[in-house]
């Protein structure tokens, strides 16, 4: 996971339809594992 | 001794798209249908869960979904002085594996092939003459647009496509695609959300004068119950499309759109890791009475049948014909024979672009979310001064950024150490890309045989492909490169890179899943394996149904067409055939 937080990816969160029209904008959520654990 | 089961009125080869809807179709029309399918069952519920589908390294890198070449491997060279040798893994092109076929791990661009494509070689004479494409292999399908229209349709409100017409029964409609043959009605779902890298390319090429539009998807927008009464949800743009199957019940595929229904029907049975080996003619060649298969025990079995449906994945579909004597092999030597003939692949090139301080955020993806324009594609845009014919659509997708297999770096970027991290560290949120898909047009030199040297796990001859990126072709993607190139400047990126297509097709780094080809329909059974309604001219009651029926490849995605193409043999098949067996056009 240290890698994804270097890179700015946010795991498996399988749902960014309230951040698809922000465009440009930095996602504001740290990453999550597959087993749903946070970073 | 195979065992000797009852008869059924129709064995249908593989439960992908095309064997999923034909079963559909036939079953509603009363018949009793199973289908013998290769691989493993696979549903959304057991088997894609949202809970680990998210699983890179499992799915993208290992491949998990895929056929596995010790299940069925091929032979590749790229001209006929070569000697054709066994791929160890898949890698230029992905086969899918299990039931919902490759239509479980595909992206989902939905394109409509055009009007022009179905009669190119009439369309491409009138407009230029036929010194312009004397080398090509270039044929009309035997179908026209207007008996195909309806097909099309059918296709996309089963599986909810999102996008926007462009032409509505001859009338252009802002927003859509202009270039797109005329179509009777709306899409059945609005196109969905643009992310930042999409919307950027279409703000910069309409500025640039060019007709950007939403490409059309089978990732839903929104949810949608289809036809059949089947309900699928919204995307949610996860990111995990491509290679991945979809655990949102979102992404168009035989198990969202078909199966719930198929399934629950008693007139339809599936029988699941059983492989067909041949299909069994009768002496003089000319009836197919039924298809052998083993189980899962090894266990052999003959499946009696008055209607044999060839299903598989496109190439598997050529080499079931050439196993069971179906049609006459293509000899590119003096042109004779048929099967094996037109095969075809897909010629393409991409930009990449670099900014500074940007968040793309290329992880709110979809596997069909994005912009594409259609000014270079087929035949939209003149020919007449050029050295070639085709064309490509230029596509601004955003599909993941998934962290293993997505790490655009600058040219010259070390390939480990401190600077490369770095640089995926910039390049991750800075960087987008666009690419042209470009048409890929028979010659007399790329075709499929039997191998004379390689064999599967039963002993079956391996498929040998004999493919180059012909001359033609590798014009037209230069020219879309240079297209590009004056496309990437207004954008004002701090590096911009375009990438050239050279001769010499490699197997093995990823380009493209899209081959076609090789049991091509037509209206003539000299230069065609099946006829307008995918029914092979040798033996009336086989049909041979999928992109093996392609008589070239478009600059467009094939399952759209694929769909249609199942629709329309299946129509055939339930208005024309079974009133009447017989060969539904005579040679």
């Not at chain 2, 691989?39 to 998990?64: C, H, S």
């Not at chain 2, 491409?124 to 292999?137: E, P």
């Not at chain 2, 049948?305 to 190439?315: E, M, T």
């Amino acid at each position: 996971m240290a890698s994804w937080k270097m890179i700015g990816f946010p795991g498996a969160r399988y749902d960014y339809r309230d951040h698809i029209d922000k465009h440009n904008q930095p996602y504001p959520h740290g990453p999550v594992s597959i087993y749903g654990m946070g970073g | 001794m195979a065992r000797l089961l009852p008869k059924k009125d129709a064995v249908i080869i593989g439960l992908g798209w095309t064997g999923s809807i034909l079963a559909q179709q036939l079953t509603d029309a009363g018949l009793n249908v199973v289908a013998i399918e290769r691989g493993p069952w696979r549903d959304t519920a057991t088997d894609f869960n949202i809970a680990y589908m998210q699983d890179e390294l499992r799915y993208a890198v290992r491949k998990d979904l895929f056929l596995q070449p010790n299940v069925e491997a091929m032979t590749m060279r790229n001209d006929m002085s070569q000697t054709a040798l066994p791929m160890r893994d898949y890698g230029s092109f992905l086969p899918g594996n299990g039931v919902g076929g490759a239509g479980v791990h595909w992206n989902g661009h939905t394109w409509r092939f055009w009007d022009s494509d179905f009669s190119i070689r009439t369309h491409l004479t009138q407009r230029y003459g036929a010194a312009k494409i004397k080398n090509l292999q270039l044929q009309d399908w035997g179908v026209t647009w207007n008996e195909i229209e309806p097909s099309f349709d059918q296709f996309e409100y089963l599986c909810g496509i999102s996008g926007k017409a462009g032409n509505l029964k001859g009338q252009i409609q802002p927003g859509g695609n202009p270039f797109e043959s005329a179509r009777s009605r709306e899409y059945p779902n609005p196109p969905m959300r643009m992310p930042y890298a999409s919307t950027l390319f279409a703000q910069t090429m309409k500025e640039q004068g060019y007709h950007p539009f939403p490409l059309p998807s089978a990732n839903l927008s929104q949810a949608y119950v289809n036809p059949l009464g089947v309900r699928m949800g919204q995307c949610s743009y996860c990111g995990f499309c491509e290679r991945f199957a979809c655990g949102n019940y979102s992404k168009a595929s035989a198990q969202t759109t078909v199966l719930p229904v198929l399934m629950k029907k008693p007139n339809f049975e599936v029988r699941t890791e059983c492989e067909v080996l041949k299909v069994n003619l009768t002496p003089d060649g000319k009836h197919a009475k039924s298809v052998t298969y083993l189980d899962a025990n090894g266990v052999e079995y003959e499946q009696p049948g008055d209607i044999v449906l060839i299903c598989a994945y496109a190439l598997m579909n050529v080499r079931m014909m050439l196993l069971s004597r179906i049609g006459t092999q293509y000899d590119p030597k003096t042109g004779a024979g048929t099967v094996g003939r037109n095969y075809c692949y897909q010629t393409s090139a991409g930009a990449r672009l670099f900014f500074e301080g940007k968040h793309f955020n290329p992880f709110i993806g979809a596997g069909s979310l994005g912009q594409t324009i259609d000014d270079f594609n087929g035949d939209a845009f003149d020919h007449s001064k050029l050295d070639f014919v085709g064309g490509a659509g230029i596509s601004c997708t955003v599909t993941n950024g998934r962290p293993i297999g997505n790490r655009p770096t600058l040219p010259g970027t070390p390939r480990w150490g401190a600077q490369w991290k770095q640089a995926t560290v910039d390049g991750y949120q800075n960087s987008m890309g666009f690419g042209s898909q470009g048409s890929s047009y028979p010659v007399r030199e790329n075709y499929l045989d039997l191998d004379p040297t390689y064999t599967d796990r039963h002993g079956r001859p391996l498929l040998r492909m004999t493919f180059d990126f012909p001359d033609n072709d590798v014009a037209m993607s230069n020219y879309l490169s240079d297209q590009m190139e004056k496309m990437v400047k207004p954008f004002n990126a701090k590096y911009a890179a375009v990438s050239r297509l050279k001769k010499g097709w490699n197997s093995v780094p990823y380009q493209s899943t899209h081959n076609t080809g090789g049991a091509v329909m037509g209206n003539d059974p000299k230069t065609s394996a099946v006829n307008k309604y995918l029914q092979s001219w040798d033996v009336p009651n086989v049909f041979v149904i999928g992109a093996s029926a392609f008589a070239h490849n478009a600059g467009m995605n094939p399952t759209g067409t694929v769909g249609a193409l199942a629709f329309w043999a299946a129509e055939a098949i339930t208005t024309k055939y079974i009133k009447s067996p017989g060969a539904l056009v005579q040679a």
